[in-house]
């Protein structure tokens, strides 16, 4: 009787929000979409500054006044309070060790979400107050950059119909899609607490996201793309009620797709294919990790050397040094060494086990998928980023390692998310 009563507890106080609550995490999201909109405007490089960097400045500002109010620590595990106070402590010293009060090195730390420094603050939020309105605002704020997304497409359509310089091919491609709109994945992850206009919303964006992979042969973004819809199909013949029938749809899909790329691939003459085919058995990575291997010192491999760390290679035009390193679990030990890798492990992949395999509701689960798509990834992309893509990770974490919500029945959830269903 005592823990039914402290369950309807913590039930009412999951769904319990407050004004001012309400008012925060709007302020934080609509922050969030307003710095990571402008700063992916501004990386094409053909918008004025004078407009949309005061605009990143402004969301900024909005998310950390509200993340301030909404900062309200309650742990659950103590593996994971121990854990994550390691690694939110090792990610500080990564950030000041390379911190400065340069103008140039400021404008990079603060406005800069990909090579930046304001990643390090992205942990942080496990420590929001876990609610029923955290995530459907969540769930609204992906929505919302997936038409975003859309949008900067129809604005720079030309990427999708002229030639493109290399490096603008890499800005506009890479950084609209990663940093707007591969997030709707999750959508797709929980789509049984979604619309049929959200779910539409995210298959639109992501099939213009495979549009865009191929025609400018951006191979990890097909991978992630790929992948996403691999578990994303799983998910749904897991929640099918006629097995047989959700896999032979599912199987079948895939085996039409695999064999009409295999012949687009090979036989139709398409200039766009044929850049995609160069690329496709091209090493462009091979050569940039061998020099980071022989630059790399015995406490390189352990601290790392900060977040403004380099290792020299000189290759691709970028004089002798560079500060990234496209695979980003190597690009995690550059800054912050294997402290800084295993830690992270030591957090994410017990919660992946957590979510998957002791949980009653999709809620846990697609956030536990996330985090899986999201480890895998950090080979063949950068991805431990300032975008949704990386919040989702750490919210994801909260909700993993919470037993009250790993708890909550998969009905009570769907009429929370989906009260109309």
């Known amino acids: 009787m005592e823990k039914v009563e402290k369950n309807n507890a913590s039930l009412k106080r999951f769904l319990h929000y407050d004004r001012y609550e309400l008012i925060a995490i709007n302020v934080f999201w609509l922050g ?8 992916t405007i501004l990386s094409t490089k053909e918008m004025p500054f004078m407009i949309f960097q005061p605009l990143q400045l402004l969301g900024l500002a909005a998310i950390f006044a509200s993340a301030a109010y909404l900062l309200k620590p309650a742990f659950e595990s103590e593996y994971f309070k121990i854990f994550f106070f390691l690694f939110a402590l090792w990610a500080m010293v990564i950030l000041f060790r390379g911190f400065s009060f340069n103008k140039d090195d400021l404008k990079l730390i603060f406005l800069n979400p990909w090579f930046g420094g304001m990643f390090y603050f992205v942990p942080f939020l496990v420590l929001f107050r876990k609610s029923f309105l955290l995530y459907k605002k969540t769930f609204s704020a992906i929505i919302i950059l997936g038409v975003i997304f859309l949008l900067f497409s129809l604005m720079f359509r030309d990427i999708l119909t002229e030639v493109i310089p290399d490096n603008r091919n890499r800005s506009v491609v890479e950084y609209f899609t990663k940093s707007l709109g591969i997030s709707v994945l999750f959508i797709l992850f929980t789509f049984m607490y979604h619309s049929k206009t959200k779910n539409l919303i995210a298959v639109i964006s992501i099939l213009v996201m495979l549009l865009l992979g191929v025609i400018r042969a951006r191979r990890g973004l097909l991978l992630m793309c790929v992948l996403g819809l691999l578990i994303a199909g799983l998910i749904y013949f897991l929640n ?4 047989i029938l959700s896999g032979s749809i599912i199987i079948g899909m895939l085996f039409i797709a695999i064999i009409g790329g295999i012949y687009v691939f090979l036989n139709v003459e398409m200039e766009a294919l044929y850049y995609l085919q160069d690329r496709g058995v ?7 990790e061998l020099y980071f291997y022989k630059d790399m010192e015995g406490l390189d491999w352990i601290v790392g050397r900060g977040m403004q760390g380099q290792y020299y290679c000189p290759t691709m035009g970028e004089g002798n040094y560079r500060g990234t390193v496209e695979t980003d679990y190597l690009n ?3 800054k912050g060494g294997m402290v800084n890798l295993v830690l992270l492990l030591l957090i994410i992949i017990p919660a992946i086990f957590l979510g998957i395999f002791h949980s009653k509701n999709n809620l846990t689960k697609g956030f536990a998928f996330w985090i899986l798509f999201w480890l895998i990834n950090t080979h063949p992309s950068t991805v431990q980023v300032f975008t949704m893509n990386y919040f989702l990770v750490w919210l994801g974490a909260g909700v993993c390692y919470s037993p009250f919500i790993r708890g909550i029945s998969e009905e009570t959830m769907v009429a929370y998310f989906k009260p109309f269903g």
């Open 282 to 288: 091209t090493d462009t990575r091979g050569g940039i």
């Open 332 to 334: 995690m030990i550059l």
């Open 32 to 39: 969030f979409i307003a710095y990571i909109a402008s700063s």
């Open 240 to 243: 099918s009620k006629s097995k």
